[in-house]
């Protein structure tokens, strides 16, 4: 059941963990969103550092260019 919801729901099917396959389908499938969203924010907060930088090195760029 946890497969078909995490298929639905466009959710990596990695993300299950045994536990989760115990556990009735609602709680599975709200336990594998909140994982989802988690990974999610993690990758927005290593992204989010990186793209300010970039940005900060374009607009020194392009006042030094001008």
Known sequence: MAVGIAKEK????????????IRDEDNQANDIFKRNILNELKEIILTEPFEQKLYEAEKIKYNYTN
């Open 10 to 21: 466009n959710i990596d099917i990695k993300l299950i963990a045994v536990d989760d396959l």
